[in-house]
């Protein structure tokens, strides 16, 4: 048994020193060095706000030549339907015409027959 504790207190004595040496203190930061690093920020941050501000101002003007773009391709299929209505307004008053016309020539043709049958003599006389 007392073997035993010796190889412990053995074992605790070379251990133990290792274990407090293995923790290192931190190095102590002056006042300027603390000022230093952010002034550094401040410049890194300042130069990433201009950077957004760059990308920003590039994804407005995109933002408008896409406006623009739409509202020429908006207006131009405007002015294409306007065109095939117009076109097809006008056909169809062509056709409204035509089937006018086309009724009287008919009434006109059913009147000139009538006339040509009555003027006529009967089939079996001549």
């Known amino acids: 048994m007392k073997k035993l504790i010796m190889i412990v207190l053995l074992v605790l004595l070379f251990i133990l020193p290792l274990a407090v ?3 290192e203190t931190a190095p102590r930061i002056n006042d300027r060095e603390i000022v230093e690093k952010l002034t550094r920020l401040e410049e890194g941050q300042k ?3 201009k950077r957004m501000d760059d990308l920003r101002a590039e994804m407005n003007s995109r933002s408008n ?3 623009w ?3 020429i391709f908006i207006t131009i299929s405007l002015v294409i339907l306007g065109f095939v209505l117009r076109m097809q307004w006008q056909m169809q008053k062509r ?3 035509a089937e006018t016309v086309l009724s009287v020539h008919s ?6 027959k009538n006339l040509i049958e009555k003027l006529l003599p009967p089939r079996g006389v001549l």
């Open 107 to 112: 009434d006109e043709l059913s009147f000139l």
């Open 95 to 97: 056709l409204t015409t």
């Open 69 to 71: 773009m739409l509202g």
């Open 47 to 49: 130069h990433l706000e």
């Open 21 to 23: 040496s293995a923790v």
């Open 65 to 67: 030549t896409l406006e």
